[in-house]
């Protein structure tokens, strides 16, 4: 699963440098996280870094985009790669 950031959030700025994999951006009225991004942190952490530091609360697993661990290494594995090649 993904994770998701309701309208909770006060725009605090300290989710985004926290995520490994860029998935957080600021959106048109707080941050998001694009799900096609966002591994939960799994292959980086143990914990999804953007809940450990977020003073509000607002970041839940978002029941829309379902995904098992062993898709999210494979998801960060990708990741990785594909920005390992963009820094070539």
Not at 28 to 55: L, M, N, S
Not at 66 to 87: P, T, V, Y
Request: proline share 8%; glycine share 4%; net charge negative.
């Amino acid at each position: 699963m993904a994770l998701m950031i309701t309208d909770e959030c006060i725009n605090c700025d300290v989710c985004e440098p926290e995520c490994p994999n860029d998935a957080i951006s600021m959106g048109a009225e707080f941050y998001q996280i694009d799900p096609r991004k966002c591994t939960e942190c799994v292959g980086h952490f143990d914990q999804p870094q953007c809940q450990e530091v977020c003073p509000v609360s607002c970041i839940p697993f978002n029941p829309e985009w379902r995904e098992s661990r062993e898709e999210l290494l494979i998801k960060c594995e990708k990741l990785q790669e594909e920005k390992a090649g963009a820094a070539s």
